[in-house]
């Protein structure tokens, strides 16, 4: 490094104007001559000018700076050689401190020393030395410690011990331009002094026979203050001096050996404890330098006092050298400072850090003693040192009882804090929980100041649980008001945390104050909180976008620090009323995963996850409209599995919460639970897979074998008693199935466990409908058999290792085929197994006539309680049994004006199967059933009806090819629009049956109008010649027997549609 040039100024003007003062005052000899006795005579000149520079400096600082500058220069002038007359004409071009070394003249050691101890600045000496190359500073300490030496005054003493403890407390990479400069300077000319400068060249100590104790040649810098005190310590007679040289003997050997303990500082109320007892000391002692410094100067400098550098250590030679030397001076000084320390006085900051010295190289040494693997020879000595110092360390232990000023103590944390002074980062989370301190003006002023120093969720927390505890003790107006303040500035510490801080800031809340979070203890966060709430909400469901997400999840987890269940119940009830702004919501709830906390409610009904507890108590018994629901149940799933976030609830809590008490038939909401049900089940991916298990599932399938049962005596319940509706039958069925998958032996404790939960199962089971069991037969595996009626085994050939009879009354002679389409309406599977196993003599027309009449007295018995995937598998079942020709369905032509010459093969089985529908409405409108059916029982049968009419529109459609594309072989227009005139007479036969007032006009009209639409379509695409004489003549026969329609609403819908026919 180039080092930068020292310029002449008007200080350095003033300075050389001092030396050549002094010059004058000390000939006929030079200033590089002077000794130490002569320094009164020529140091005031030199001291004044630099009192003059400081008190033309506008701030003390850039007077100490000054201080140091005049030190660097004379100490370079000492070590840097004039340059021969020969090269001056180079040198002031080259040498950086050509111009300044010229107006300051030659001067030694003497003069250098005298300097620094007449200014008081033993730090700068210190900076400067270690900035020198490390041959050059050994032999600059060495030729202090010699200095010293020598007509030793107490002056000397102090400045040595005062060198000493800087040293130890120096910190690297804190270096400033004029150290810099100095070093760079040093180390460009080799830094070599001149010998001729008043003292003897430095020399090696070779120890003081006399000294209580010899030594080997001094080998570190550390040493050479050892080698130092063993030269001066019997010029040592005051006891501070004694006090102090011994705590810089303890502390070196201490922290700078294998007796320094490894890891961690010390903790940081231990540490601050040291820094508030130096500064009390300080402020007490009127000896002490500091007594009238302001406070953030005696915490920088208390902060020093109990740090040390990281200079090298000791050998274990050079220590046990160190440990005699100690062990001597406690031999020799002890008892009389003994009696000192031991006085009432009160102790100065000498004795203080001798003690606290002591105490820790006690711990350190017995710990050193024990795991050091030393000698037998350095036990002892270790064991005699412990022995020496044991009644110093009593001393020590008696004077902590004297506790710090409260008040001192919070000043010296807030000085650390605000200064950002060392360890300051951990002071935080000592002001942030020391309740003693707190909501004093100058802790809440330092909070307010600092904010940003308590942005992380530890030191939020801790705030938090300080602001709630003083809220319990204290209520007056003054309280409030700093409440109110500090609640603010916590605020504000949160919402610059990032979204994982403040999810760690939440579950601290919710895990300390639960649900109501700070609103339990603090009336400030209550006051305005539902105005806040509103205003909050109303912004963000204005902005619902991927956008607005971040400021949205900000904004709630603010709220939600402050009032967690209120803020979660508000986002409940917007997911279910705001129309569409459900899973914005949802993404909000899952952006902040601390939600997920489980309480502990003493209730055990009540549930333990927040968030299902605020949904329960928001909106769950609220909900009306199907949107609602719906919006309910798409929320529920989004917080069970998000599409990029962790699931906010459990599968297991939404079970247990939504489903498990409300799965009876008298409950109003077991429908929207059974699509709850549904949702869980469906999910796939959720971490702990037999989650079910903790659900009760088997009472749980018992509940839905219940609800199947009530299904068979769905028309017969009592009037106003609430029952979920055949449309949920479908639902029930499905989630069924989900949960007889879910449910699987592996999750068993044992299979002895299994096999008991599946016999509990069958004998509640068994006293349902015999079509529940049925099932249930693929969760009961090879357990059991399938029980059916014993008329079945009359109409199928039923293997009887898998099925048996069960004697039931209602199933009595001639009931077996009515029993077989029950099985039919079970399960696709057991269908096809029923049509597998059904017998009937094709070859015997009277047994094809008897199967096919009481084919349709079976299947109108059962129609009515079809869901429409049974009734959809029925459907199914007539269509095998038509296209085997097992099921004999003539066709009547009583809906036709001519013969058709047609080709209506390909649709045989539509027509057949249109026929056998007005057959069966036929029958159950007929006089011998007029009171079979409930008058509500008859929109629920017209709609199974009209689904399976719509159905076979679409077979038509698909059998017979699109109109516009007609198939190779000719298009079948003519055919199709024969077909859906005949659908349609059919139909509108079966309204005309219909009881008045049975409320079944919209479904029939909705269909009546797609059969048109589809005759209207094929038949416009019948190109033949005859075809608009064939229409005219269709749309006349259309409209006659439309014109016969009774209900007023189906009559003229179907006559307008008809008059639009070819229009």
């Known amino acids: 490094m180039e080092p930068e040039p020292w310029g002449v100024c008007e200080e350095m003007a003033i300075l050389h104007g001092a030396f050549l003062l002094a010059s004058r005052l000390v000939q006929p000899r030079a200033l590089s001559e002077l000794r130490k006795g002569e320094w009164p005579l020529v140091g005031p000149p030199i001291t004044d000018a630099l009192k003059e520079i400081g008190a033309c400096c506008p701030s003390p600082p850039q007077g100490s700076l000054w201080k140091k500058e005049a030190v660097a220069v004379v100490w370079a002038k000492v070590l840097l050689p004039a340059p021969p007359a020969a090269s001056l004409d180079q040198e002031w071009r080259e040498d950086a401190f050509f111009s300044v070394g010229r107006m300051i003249p030659d001067v030694n050691h003497t003069v250098l020393f005298e300097l620094v101890k007449a200014l008081g600045e033993p730090r700068h000496f210190v900076q400067l030395l270690l900035a020198l190359p490390h041959g050059v500073r050994q032999n600059e300490l060495e030729r202090l410690v010699q200095y010293v030496a020598s007509e030793t005054s107490q002056s000397d003493i102090r400045f040595l011990l005062d060198v000493w403890w800087e040293m130890m407390r120096h910190e690297e990479g804190q270096e400033d331009r004029t150290v810099s400069t100095f070093s760079a300077l040093v180390h460009q000319h080799g830094g070599e002094s001149s010998p001729d400068d008043g003292l003897q060249p430095p020399k090696r100590f070779k120890g003081d026979p ?127 400072l003994q009696g000192i320390l031991n006085s009432s006085e009160d102790p100065c900051y000498e004795s ?201 999840v900000a904004s709630v987890a603010r709220l939600t620090l402050l009032y967690p269940e209120a803020t979660i119940k508000q986002v409940c009830s917007l997911a279910v009323v705001n129309l569409g702004s459900h899973q914005f919501l949802a993404q909000i709830l899952c952006s902040l995963p601390a939600l997920s906390f489980l309480e502990t409610p003493e209730d055990p009904g009540r549930p333990r996850s927040l968030v299902v507890r605020c949904l329960k108590e928001a909106v769950w018994e609220k909900l009306s409209a199907a949107r609602e629901k719906e919006q309910f149940l798409e929320f529920l799933a989004f917080l069970m599995q998000p599409s990029s976030a962790a699931p906010l609830v459990s599968p297991a809590e939404v079970t247990k919460a939504f489903v498990l008490p409300y799965l009876k038939s008298d409950c109003a909401q077991t429908e929207l639970s059974l699509q709850i049900l549904s949702k869980v089940l469906g999910i796939q991916s959720y971490p702990e897979e037999d989650w079910i298990e903790s659900c009760h599932p088997f009472p749980l399938l018992l509940s839905l074998c219940k609800l199947l049962d009530g299904y068979t005596k769905y028309w017969r319940q009592p009037r106003g008693q609430p029952f979920p509706s055949l449309e949920t039958k479908d639902l029930v069925l499905s989630t069924l199935g989900q949960l007889c998958e879910a449910v699987r032996p592996e999750a068993a404790p044992s299979a002895e466990v299994w096999v008991q939960s599946l016999a509990w199962l069958h004998r509640k089971v068994a006293s349902l409908d015999w079509t529940v069991g049925l099932r249930l037969k693929k969760f009961y595996g090879d357990h059991f058999k399938n029980e059916v009626p014993a008329t079945l085994f009359e109409i199928c050939k039923l293997p009887e290792d898998e099925w048996t009879s069960r004697s039931l009354p209602a199933y009595g002679p001639g009931s077996g085929l009515l029993a077989w389409m029950e099985c039919c309406c079970v399960s696709t599977e057991l269908r096809e197994t029923m049509l597998t196993l059904l017998t009937v003599n094709v070859d015997n027309p009277e047994e094809v006539n008897l199967f096919s009449k009481g084919f349709l007295v079976a299947l109108i018995q059962v129609l009515p309680w079809c869901s429409h995937s049974e009734w959809k598998r029925l459907v199914h079942v007539v269509t095998n049994l038509l296209e085997r020709q097992v099921l004999h369905v003539p066709y009547t032509l009583e809906y036709v004006q001519y013969m058709p010459l047609l080709n209506l093969r390909p649709f045989a089985c539509y027509l057949q199967l249109s026929v056998l529908f007005l057959r069966g409405f036929q029958l159950l409108c007929s006089s011998s059933c007029s009171t079979w059916l409930p008058a509500d029982a008859w929109l629920h049968v017209v709609q199974l009806y009209c689904g399976s009419l719509t159905d076979l529109l679409s077979s038509i459609k698909s059998t017979a090819g699109s109109p516009s594309q007609p198939p190779a072989d000719g298009s079948p227009a003519e055919e199709v629009s024969f077909v859906c005139i005949q659908m349609f007479c059919h139909l509108l036969h079966v309204a005309a049956m219909l009881p008045p007032d049975s409320g079944c006009s919209e479904p029939l009209v909705v269909v009546a109008l797609e059969i048109l639409s589809q005759y209207e379509a094929f038949s416009s695409a019948d190109k033949s010649p005859s075809n608009v004489l064939r229409r005219a003549n269709e749309r006349h026969f259309l409209e006659s027997i439309t014109d016969n329609v009774g209900d007023e609403e189906l009559h003229s819908t179907l006559l307008q549609k008809l008059s639009k026919l070819g229009a």
Request: net charge negative; glycine share 4%.
């Open 210 to 336: 006399g000294s209580p104790s010899g030594s080997p040649a001094a080998t570190s810098l550390l040493m050479v203050l050892v080698e130092g005190l063993k030269e001066t310590y019997r010029s040592i007679a005051q006891p501070r001096m004694r006090c102090y040289a011994l705590a810089n003997l303890v502390e070196l050997l201490s922290a700078f050996s294998e007796l320094a303990a490894e890891g961690s500082p010390l903790p940081v109320t231990e540490y601050l404890d040291k820094v508030g007892s130096v500064v009390s000391l300080w402020s007490s002692d009127a000896e002490s330098q500091y007594h009238h410094r302001a406070l953030d100067e005696k915490v920088k400098e208390a902060e020093r006092s109990v740090s040390f550098s990281s200079m090298a250590r000791l050998s274990r030679e050079e220590l046990f050298v160190g440990l005699d030397f100690l062990c001597s001076l406690l031999r020799a000084w002890g008892e009389e």
């Open 352 to 552: 203080y850090l001798l003690l606290n010295a002591l105490t820790t190289f006690r711990k350190n040494l017995v710990c050193f003693s024990e795991t050091g693997g030393l000698s037998k020879d350095e036990m002892h000595k270790a064991f005699e040192l412990l022995q020496t110092i044991e009644d110093f360390v009593k001393i020590s232990t008696s004077q902590k009882s004297k506790d710090s000023d409260t008040s001192l103590v919070s000043a010296v944390a807030m000085t650390i804090i605000e200064q950002k002074l060392h360890r300051h980062v951990e002071m935080c989370s000592v002001f942030a929980s020391e309740e003693t301190w707190v909501f004093s003006k100058g802790w809440v002023e330092c909070l307010v100041k600092n904010k940003e120093l308590f942005q992380k969720p530890e030191l939020v927390l801790k705030l938090l649980q300080t602001l709630v505890n003083f809220a319990k003790s204290y209520h007056d107006r003054d309280a409030r008001e700093m409440q109110m303040q500090v609640t603010k500035a916590i605020v504000e510490c949160y919402s610059e945390l990032s979204l994982t801080d403040k999810n760690q800031v939440i579950s601290g809340v919710l895990a300390s104050w639960g649900g109501p979070g700070l609103s339990l203890n603090l009336q400030v966060v209550v006051e305005g909180f539902q105005e806040d709430l509103n205003v909050t909400f109303n912004q963000i469901t204005k902005s619902v976008s991927d956008e607005g997400l971040s400021r949205a």
